[in-house]
């Protein structure tokens, strides 16, 4: 276990051994999967800690899941005045040592502020932290988590890098995180377009994923379409102009996607939260991007991601997404597999 960081004003104090921690983090998917690249390196930190999450529900299944928690507590936003009081009065009786609030929100200020005078040690932008850092809405979030780990004193030797590679022996890999579950076999790429009621600058149009489907099933690479409900529409244009192509849109959980994207040759695709569960997965991914659009996170992944960017998405050229997925031995594999 490692002390609390001290700070100019509390230079003086006896540090003490960090027995229960909590970690904070209230907003979705794609989110949340950034953040348990910072609570991996917290579990590592405070070896022996107990280690709670408050997130919330759509987080749940995934977080209960994950070796870095013992407690998972899913009612992180509660609406009800009473219930926001009922949540600061546990919070308070659970006595953490320490709180890393990934969060970063207004409403997590108000928590930290609800537990005065006598607040835990807390990591985050709520004036009077122990561990304050500044608020960087200009940062990634992977970046802002890096800062509040290094103010706690938790050292980095790289960027925070998201991995759910984990999940499969978690699972103690059952038939269904398999491709062959769904009958994909041989090598695959994942395809993972935004629906159409996104504004073109945003999103790569239905007809150049058809065709890039044509050009990687005529190479011998299965196209394999993932999504929500609002990508079924592009989900069934693409299986019905390429039989080759599967269309998986809305079928496979959380989990699945997961084991999908750790087998997968590629991802390809755009801004959209299944992308960071893609890179996170395992499956080496070409995103894209528009430049018009702020600055967006960036997934990140072990096996790599890279950026295509374009004010108007729909401008990309299938011929440059296919070199990518040809330049990173797609392929190749597929010929030699």
């Known amino acids: 276990m490692i002390p609390w960081r001290k700070t100019a004003s509390n230079e003086n104090e006896q540090t003490a051994p960090v027995k229960s921690v909590l970690v904070i983090h209230l907003g979705g998917l794609s989110g949340f999967v950034q953040a348990l690249a910072a609570a991996a390196h917290i579990r590592d930190a405070h070896v022996g800690a107990r280690i709670a999450l408050l997130t919330v529900e759509s987080s749940r299944s995934l977080a209960e899941k994950c070796p870095y928690f013992d407690v998972v507590m899913a009612d992180g936003k509660p609406s009800e005045a009473q219930a926001i009081t009922g949540l600061i009065k546990r919070l308070r009786a659970a006595k953490y040592d320490l709180v890393y609030d990934l969060e970063c929100s ?6 930290f502020q609800g537990l005065r005078p006598w607040p835990p040690k807390w990591c985050g932008i709520a004036p009077g932290s122990s ?10 979030p992977l970046d ?3 800062a509040q780990l290094r103010a706690a004193g938790i050292a980095l030797s790289g960027p925070l890098m998201p991995d759910l590679t984990w999940l499969r022996q978690a699972l103690g890999d059952p038939p269904r995180l398999r491709p062959e ?6 090598s695959y790429v994942l395809l993972l377009p935004r629906g159409s009621d996104a504004a073109p600058s945003r999103r790569w149009p239905q007809e150049k994923y058809i065709e890039l489907s044509r050009r990687l099933a005529g190479r011998g690479v299965t196209p394999v379409v993932l999504g929500g409900v609002e990508e079924r529409p592009i ?3 693409i299986a019905q102009a390429e039989p080759k192509a599967k269309n998986l849109v809305t079928r496979p959980d959380l989990f699945q996607s997961i084991g999908l994207a750790e087998r997968a040759s590629f991802a390809v695709g755009d801004d959209v939260d299944l992308m960071h569960v893609a890179a996170a997965g395992g499956a080496p991914c070409l995103v894209l991007m528009s430049s018009n659009a702020g600055e967006p996170a960036v997934p990140r992944g072990p096996s790599g991601v890279i950026e295509l960017k374009a004010a108007v998405v729909a401008d990309l050229p299938v011929e440059q997404i296919e070199r990518q997925v040809a330049n990173c031995g797609v392929f190749l594999m597929a010929a030699t597999a």
């Open 144 to 146: 802002r988590y890096a």
């Open 131 to 140: 561990h304050r850092v500044p608020e960087a809405p200009h940062l990634a």
């Open 181 to 186: 579950y769904y009958g994909v076999r041989g």
């Open 235 to 237: 989900g069934a244009a």
């Open 106 to 111: 207004s409403r997590t200020n108000n928590y």
